[in-house]
């Protein structure tokens, strides 16, 4: 029973704050999602992710441990997925793309920082910058047939996770009022995310129903067993281990949707995908938390 509600007070406030988008939406509030991802990704998101590389005090070969796996993670979940799409004959410039990335800002960072804490958000602040990298290059390249290595450059997100990363090798710290105001950058960062997802998935129209719901099974299943054995074979500690699972396995993301629509790609079966794993993550990321905790 305690595990049950440590783990329901932890996966909670993620849905309770997407929940607030959804209902924003449908009672026809204005939303202005352009905007606000805009200002999350341009200045709270790479605030946090340089505040919490920053000020870990996560020992640097743990991270480094934690690089490796996530990178041998999403390889080991590419190559399933690939087969996979290539098995069932699924078109991979739709549907390769978000079986792979996963959620890892919405949802992974929220439930990393109120499982885990501090540092369980410190090691999926480095998850999802990874994830972040790999999709603007390897997963624009999937959708759109060719990717800008410049355009990956001037992202703020990137830029923000190399500087916070020099920062953490060489132990310095910015002065405490600009770190007072990137705290509070960063502050903002989940909690808009959050009732942004909420948004996004209110004003998605779901095609493909069963094909969603069997694809959406089979990558939590995937994520989950590629994920826990790349923790097992790079030897991480339990934290680590526990939110690289979590992250990997997150739900697909939005952003798989606005990529989809943007190069041309089958954007009504994402948007499918999108909604029916956010809803299969009521019940199995809960699952997860139990089974890592």
């Known amino acids: 029973m305690n595990l049950i509600l440590t783990v329901l007070e932890i996966t909670a406030p993620v849905f309770l704050l997407a929940s607030i988008g959804f209902l924003w939406v449908k009672l026809g509030f204005e939303y202005r999602v352009e905007f606000v991802t805009r200002l999350a990704m341009t200045l709270s998101v790479p605030a946090l992710i340089f505040t919490a590389l920053m000020k870990t005090d996560i020992a640097p070969a743990a991270l480094a441990a934690l690089s490796l796996a996530s990178f041998a993670a999403y390889a080991g979940v590419t190559l399933a997925f690939w087969a ?24 992974g960072l929220p439930l990393a920082l109120f499982a885990f804490g501090e540092t369980g958000l410190g090691y999926a602040v480095v998850v999802f910058a990874l994830m972040a990298i790999a999709s603007f290059t390897f997963g624009v390249w999937l959708v759109s047939g060719g990717g800008s290595l410049t355009k990956v450059i001037r992202e703020p997100v990137v830029a923000a996770t190399l500087l916070g990363a020099l ?18 950058l960063g502050q903002i960062a989940i909690p808009i995310m959050l009732i942004t997802l909420g948004v996004a998935v209110a004003r998605l129209n779901p095609g493909s129903i069963t094909r969603a719901v069997v694809l959406s099974v089979l990558k939590v299943a995937v994520c989950v067993a590629i994920a826990a054995a790349a923790a097992l074979a790079f030897d991480l500690d339990k934290t680590a281990s526990a939110v690289l699972i ?30 029916v794993s956010t809803l299969l993550s009521v019940v199995t990321l809960p699952l997860i938390l139990a089974f890592v905790i």
């Open 246 to 275: 979590v992250q990997v396995a997150t739900p697909v993301a939005v952003t798989s949707y606005l990529l989809a629509e943007k190069y041309g790609a089958d954007a009504q079966a994402v948007a499918g995908l999108v909604v």
């Open 167 to 184: 920062f953490l090798w060489q132990g310095w710290e910015t002065p405490t009022f600009l770190t007072n105001t990137l705290d509070l």
């Open 84 to 107: 996979v799409t290539r098995l069932a004959g699924l078109d991979r410039r739709t549907y390769l793309a978000p079986l792979i990335f996963g959620n890892t800002g919405n949802l």
